[in-house]
């Protein structure tokens, strides 16, 4: 029989589904799914601000990048 493979997003969603059960503790949770109680908590959090769109990763991209190349440079470059 071969393993069960899940994703990190079928993990999260079954870890939230569990935590609304109200069967388990936090810290019993976070043993089974291997993550930290912060984690947890993160996870808790974005669920009950934005549902499951709040679980899907963040784009890390930074906002500004600082050293960039001036338009008006970028444009006589091109």
Same mark, same amino acid.
């Given at each position: ?8 997003? +079928?993990?999260?969603?079954? =870890? ?7 069967? =388990?503790?936090?810290?019993? /949770?976070?043993?089974? =799914? ?9 996870? *808790?959090?974005? =669920?009950?601000? !934005?549902? *499951? +769109?709040? /679980? ?11 050293? !960039?190349?001036? +338009?008006?440079?970028?444009?006589? *470059?091109?």
């Amino acid at each position: 029989m071969p393993w069960k493979e899940t994703t990190a997003m +079928e993990q999260k969603i079954e =870890f939230i589904t569990e935590w609304r059960s109200g069967q =388990f503790a936090i810290t019993e /949770l976070c043993r089974a =799914f291997g993550i930290s109680r912060t984690t947890a908590y993160k996870y *808790i959090n974005r =669920f009950q601000e !934005k549902g *499951i +769109e709040g /679980l899907y990763e963040l784009n890390r991209a930074p906002h500004v990048q600082p050293n !960039k190349t001036p +338009e008006t440079i970028e444009q006589r *470059i091109v």
